[in-house]
């Protein structure tokens, strides 16, 4: 009788199941250290709610608050002001979020600048993150 | 005949995966541009507007209709080198400054879409006028 090749299956699920977790969990985790670090103060998903709901003055009023895009509640799908839908930004419903320092660096600088007419700070940012991984 | 370890074989699989994965992220231009174009909304087909449009467009991507969607100059860059090469040549030679900017303003667009502008908007479904996948087939036909 041929024994059936049950080790690499198990050893390759172990490797894909272990990059998979490291290649979501780890790099969120450093870029909410980063922004604590950099903000000097722990982070606060409580503020972060706050800044997300507010509505904003400086910038482009069709779009007053993060919410505006993204709803009022993270764990929905948003849209963009041209309808196509944005995947929700609370990571219980969208683990790849966050996971990727450039883009989401990118889209802060988007995003702060389009409804503020400014940078957000690393303390925003990182409370922004703080709630979106909290829920 | 040697035989490997089935460990060793693996964690070599893994480590060999792990190298791989990061380097995969060579994308070709028509990548680049589906992928931050349609961030926000589907690749609009770049023989919809001329050359003139496309560059007045990627280099103002700060101040893109209302929002900022600044990108590396040399992703901007990639992605305009890819949508005047595949522009329109049917248009009239332009300065770059007085190229238009929206596709929903061009007569034949507007002609099309007459009586559609106002369902678009009202219909929540669909949004927008710019949203050609709320009533359009987006395989390359645009077939309703």
């Known amino acids: 009788m041929k024994r059936k090749p049950i080790l690499p299956l198990v050893l390759g699920l172990i490797c894909t199941g272990t990059l998979a977790a490291w290649a979501a969990s780890g790099p969120r985790q450093e870029i909410l250290s980063h922004y604590a670090n950099q903000a000097g ?10 800044f997300f709901l507010a509505s904003q003055t400086g910038g482009n009023p069709d779009t007053p608050s993060c919410s505006s895009c993204h709803t009022a509640n993270p764990k929905n799908a948003g849209r963009t002001r041209v309808g196509k839908v944005i995947e929700p ?6 683990p790849a979020r966050f996971t990727d320092a450039a883009k989401v660096e990118k889209w802060f600088g988007r ?3 389009t409804v503020l007419g400014r940078e957000c700070s690393s303390q925003e940012k990182g409370d922004i993150l703080a709630y979106f991984s909290s829920l | 005949m040697i035989r490997f370890p089935k460990a060793a074989t693996a964690a070599a699989g893994c480590l ?12 070709t231009a028509a990548e680049l541009a589906t992928q931050e174009c349609s961030a926000c909304h589907v690749l609009y087909p770049p023989s919809f507007l001329p050359p003139q ?4 467009i990627t280099s103002t991507l700060d101040q893109h209709f209302g929002e900022d969607a600044s990108l590396p100059e040399d992703q ?6 890819y949508l005047v090469a595949h522009a329109s040549s ?3 030679t332009m300065s770059v400054d007085q190229a238009p900017l929206r596709i929903s303003e061009l007569s034949w667009f507007k002609g099309e879409h007459r009586r559609l502008f106002e369902r678009a ?19 390359g036909y645009y077939e309703k």
């Open chain 1, 41 to 50: 103060v722990a982070l606060s998903a409580e503020r972060g709610r706050a």
């Open chain 1, 89 to 94: 930004m609370a990571v219980s419903r969208t």
């Open chain 1, 111 to 113: 995003n702060c600048n």
């Open chain 2, 16 to 27: 060999m995966l792990a190298i791989a994965l990061p380097a995969a992220g060579q994308q």
């Open chain 2, 53 to 56: 449009s496309w560059q007045r």
């Open chain 2, 76 to 81: 901007a860059a990639k992605i305009r080198d």
């Open chain 2, 90 to 92: 049917r248009f009239p």
């Open chain 2, 121 to 139: 908007r009202n219909d929540p479904a669909i949004g927008s006028i710019s949203n050609c996948g709320g009533c359009h087939r987006m395989d």
